[in-house]
């Protein structure tokens, strides 16, 4: 199997994710910023342009980070990072989904209207970034009143992909300059245990 | 168990499910457009004032609708509407979050930025609403090529979770009125496909 990567946010949540789990797979280094995710031949491995991609020995390609690393645990189930019992699947995927679906998506918001890698993708609007900012601020509040229980890791006792996703959208808070307010100490405290991981660096 | 449920697409993925699986949990009824899921009762449950939420026995609560149907599947594997191989896996889970990321989020961006419902949530930018109505019809373009071999349901041979994604994309489609081009013939059928399962009544 190969992994197709490249210097971005989602491909850096399987890296990530390989470094949890203790697994090394060949990887080829895709320039998205000078367009390696549009040539006929990516398009052909995922006709969305977009990276990471993992290509199996089989020539099956899977897109989509999450997809990626569910077939990696699928082969590879310990330590497990999506939980084992039905409850702790379904709560890591409630706080995978939501670490996306809200503080990823409002932060993303922010880089999908301001940068310049995004103007021919997306109509950039200024006043959908100046709302994903507040709309990431108000989140960071929320997710401190739900960590204000002093559990280490968002999804519990246990370090989860919810945890790894977090780690994208702390790094999208870095280049989006999203400071986490005052007052929100549990996020702090929680942010601070995810850089200390030796993963932080995938 | 008690699935709280409300007359909205995300409770009606959740409904979908267990029509599909054959299951019949309680259910308690939200009405969100009178403020039913902003109530400090229910914001216990959910603090991001969210339907649909699965209350178990012991009083965990479980929201985001994807979240409800693994823990279903976990305590009800057959049939497997996640898949079962490694491979399988990868390749649903890749098409549910192609669904719901880029067709749901297109096409749920002009109900975000038009109607009434949204308006004390979002900004609502009309300029939003029609970059999301030009992006639904090019992923439904880009979905034809896609299911243009042939198969069946979106991620393959058998009918799984990306489809039940896909049947509330249509939803949304209905109601914000974006029609399938007619040149997207694959899709057109593949939706006939999804409105014929006694499923979609759910």
């Not at 890296?15 to 052909?44: C, N, Y």
């Not at 995922?46 to 980070?65: K, Q, Y």
């Not at 940068?115 to 997710?143: H, T």
Request: aromatic share 8%; hydrophobic share 45%; net charge negative.
């Amino acid at each position: 199997m190969k992994l197709y990567n490249a210097a971005a946010p989602n491909p850096r949540r399987v890296r990530i994710f390989l470094a949890e789990k203790g697994l090394e797979i060949p990887m080829t280094d895709v320039d998205i910023m000078a367009g390696g995710s549009r040539t006929p031949e990516f398009l052909a491995r995922n006709s969305l342009g977009e990276c990471p991609v993992l290509e199996l020995d089989n020539g099956t390609c899977i897109a989509e980070s999450i997809a990626i690393c569910r077939y990696l645990e699928a082969l590879h189930p310990t330590p497990a990072l999506f939980g084992t019992t039905p409850e702790e699947i379904g709560r890591i995927e409630m706080w995978n989904r939501r670490r996306e679906l809200k503080l990823s998506d409002a932060v993303g918001t922010i880089a999908l209207h301001t940068f310049d890698f995004f103007a021919d993708r997306v109509k950039q609007v200024p006043a959908m970034a100046e709302a994903g900012r507040e709309r990431s601020i108000r989140l960071l509040n929320w997710l401190d009143g739900e960590l204000a229980d002093g559990r280490p890791w968002v999804a519990g006792d246990d370090f989860s992909v919810a945890d790894i996703t977090g780690m994208t959208a702390m790094l999208l808070s870095d280049f989006t300059r999203v400071a986490i307010p005052d007052t929100a100490t549990h996020v702090a405290r929680w942010n601070a245990a995810l850089r200390a991981r030796p993963s932080w660096n995938a």
